[in-house]
């Protein structure tokens, strides 16, 4: 992963990469033609040679790119649906817990409200930075004591009080979700072999035998194209970090909406 993508924005970000390519693209162009020439001349059909070679290579190469690409965008849609669905079970859970009496209440609903101002206001800014937060595990612990603490009084209180435990199981389950997707990206291996297949690309497009205006043009469509699809998917690589990352939009809706004192 190119840590340096994460700090930018998206059109900085596919900028550089795109002008980084492109430029490749030309000297590779201008510094390969006096090589292609003498090849051309003892090779009869040079252009058609490597044309068909690019064809079948680009079928295969365009087939990994767009894996790729797919499995980083719904990685990010899932990570985005965990996200949602911990706060929403977080939400649910104090509302479970406004039905207690006092003190077990009052005393609950400071821990939720407390673990949720720590995954918005501190939790975020270290998984921004690839880091799984720790804190959030004795806060979590907290809140299970003081329910578990509780003894209900009445049947009533018995099936709330089972209630309220299954939904904390629930959020205590897609938190590790989410915390698992910290540092979740494209394994390094996939990422050479990405590397190397942008090489192989812009090599076969130096060995062409094509006037230098037309030879220059077509490297640049062919380069613009391949660099706006990996940025794409450095983008969409890690979901919590970079300029399109997963928010905490979440948890301030449920915590304005529902714990907002």
């Known amino acids: 992963m190119i840590d340096w993508i994460n700090n930018v924005s998206v059109v900085t970000a596919f900028g550089i990469v795109t002008l980084v390519f492109v430029t490749v693209c030309w000297l590779g162009i201008v510094a390969f033609r006096p090589v292609v020439k003498s090849l051309a001349e003892r090779q009869p059909g040079l252009n058609e040679t490597v044309g068909d070679f690019l064809q079948y290579f680009g079928v295969i190469y365009g087939l990994l790119l767009g894996l790729l690409a797919?499995?980083?965008?719904?990685?990010?849609?899932?990570?985005?649906?965990?996200?949602?669905?911990?706060?929403?079970?977080?939400?649910?859970?104090?509302?479970?817990?406004?039905a207690y009496p006092e003190p077990a209440r009052s005393e609950v609903q400071a821990l939720i409200r407390d673990y949720t101002r720590y995954v918005i206001d501190e939790t975020w800014p270290l998984q921004q930075e690839g880091i799984v937060p720790a804190g959030g595990v004795v806060k979590a612990a907290r809140m299970f004591e003081r329910l578990s603490a509780f003894e209900p009084q009445s049947k009533s209180q018995e099936?709330?009080?089972?209630?309220?435990?299954?939904?904390?199981?629930?959020?205590?389950?897609?938190?590790?979700?989410?915390?698992?997707?910290?540092?979740?990206?494209?394994?390094?291996?996939?990422?050479?072999?990405?590397?190397?297949?942008?090489?192989?690309?812009?090599?076969?497009?130096?060995?062409?035998?094509?006037?230098?205006?037309?030879?220059?043009?077509?490297?640049?469509v062919l380069s613009f194209f391949l660099a706006t699809m990996l940025t794409l998917i450095l983008l969409l690589d890690q979901p919590f970090r970079g300029a399109v990352k997963v928010s905490p939009d979440a948890y301030?809706?449920?915590?304005?909406q529902l714990m907002k004192n």
Request: aromatic share 14%.
């Open 70 to 98: 797919v499995a980083a965008y719904q990685n990010l849609s899932e990570v985005e649906k965990t996200v949602g669905d911990e706060a929403a079970a977080l939400g649910a859970l104090y509302r479970d817990v406004s």
């Open 159 to 220: 099936a709330l009080h089972q209630e309220t435990l299954r939904q904390f199981n629930t959020f205590f389950h897609y938190r590790r979700e989410r915390l698992h997707s910290v540092t979740f990206s494209i394994p390094p291996v996939l990422w050479y072999t990405v590397a190397i297949g942008a090489l192989v690309n812009m090599f076969l497009m130096w060995l062409f035998d094509l006037r230098i205006g037309i030879h220059l043009l077509l490297g640049s």
């Open 252 to 256: 301030e809706l449920v915590y304005d």
